[in-house]
């Protein structure tokens, strides 16, 4: 098992105990996991083909549908609504 394997393991359960946290408290490991994910994307796709690097990026899309919802409204000059 490659190192990056591992680490996108770890990954996935740190997005999963996120996930259980309540709502204002996601908000510092969201983003640090949505900071680190393109990385280990990229490290993925470098170690085990960019076909795996694909996968990971549909997942990635999926888990943060409405922050990359928001980052995009934002970057269109939008005041989206911050859930709370």
């Not at 359960?13 to 908000?27: C, D, G, K």
């Not at 949505?34 to 999926?62: C, K, N, R």
Request: hydrophobic fraction near 60%; charged fraction near 10%; proline fraction near 8%.
């Amino acid at each position: 098992m490659t190192p990056s394997l591992i680490i996108a393991a770890l990954w996935v359960i740190a997005a999963t105990v996120t996930a259980f946290l309540p709502m204002r408290h996601q908000y510092v490991p969201g983003v640090a996991l949505l900071l680190v994910a393109p990385v280990l994307i990229v490290w993925l796709g470098v170690d085990l083909g960019w076909l795996v690097a694909g996968l990971a990026v549909l997942a990635f899309v999926s888990m943060f549908r409405n922050p990359l919802r928001y980052l995009f409204a934002r970057a269109r000059g939008q005041t989206p609504e911050v859930p709370r």
